[in-house]
């Protein structure tokens, strides 16, 4: 008897955990990360919070060189949310998009965006000062910012997670004279890095984001 007690209670509080979830979204981890409220932008007319990503592309081994890509690569980012603290199992869904980021000769541009319904949109900024000689630019990393509903329902934005794939071939690039020198490829296919917060209202390139670095032999 009691035991079946037991079981009612824990099955009705996780029920009604689920019942904060979204439609249609990825069913969620029980007994998951916890993650408290991460307040409100503008008096809570905006409901999105930024993540950002900085990208460099370089050479391996001590004497890092910069490369400047054929044309870029693409990232999958998965956004996790999950339950606040407060005396039950804390759950957790998550969100897939992905968009390709590409260096196009004279500045970097996003395509091919993959957006979901929380992940709703993704940009591109200059984080290097690069290189001008003669008219043509140079450059060789970047910052990527994702717009992200937070919260969702009774769901806060915990952690997003990017991981690039389909990388191009480069070039290693002399900052001193602004030129390109010998081709170079990627070491991995993959490279990753995570942005766990403070999560900013500004839709803005951000200071004190993570860095992947893409390394190249």
């Excluded at 956004?79 to 957790?92: D, Y």
């Excluded at 769901?155 to 794939?165: D, G, K, P, Q, T």
Aim: glycine share 10%.
């Amino acid at each position: 008897m009691v035991s079946t007690l037991v079981l009612t209670l824990t099955l009705g509080l996780v029920a009604g955990f689920l019942a904060d979830v979204p439609a249609s979204r990825v069913p969620p981890v029980l007994a998951a990360a916890c993650q408290p409220f991460n307040g409100y932008c503008s008096g809570g007319t905006d409901l999105t919070k930024t993540a950002t990503m900085n990208v460099e592309h370089s050479t391996v081994g001590g004497a890092a060189v910069p490369v400047e890509p054929d044309s870029g690569e693409t990232w999958t980012i998965i956004a996790f949310w999950n339950t606040a603290p407060g005396g039950g199992p804390c759950l957790e869904y998550s969100e897939q998009a992905s968009v390709d980021v590409d260096w196009n000769g004279s500045s970097w541009v996003v395509s091919n965006k993959s957006t979901t319904t929380n992940i709703l949109d993704m940009k591109v900024c200059t984080t290097d000062v690069g290189c001008e000689s003669g008219g043509t630019l140079h450059d060789s990393g970047y910052q990527l910012a994702v717009n992200i509903t937070d919260p969702v329902g009774a769901y806060n934005l915990r952690l997003v997670s990017f991981a690039s794939s389909s990388i191009d071939d480069g070039y290693e690039l002399n900052l001193g004279t602004c030129t390109l020198g010998d081709s170079v490829t990627p070491t991995s296919a993959s490279f990753v890095a995570s942005d766990s917060g403070p999560f900013e209202c500004s839709y803005e390139c951000q200071t004190g984001a993570p860095t992947a670095y893409i390394l190249y032999e």
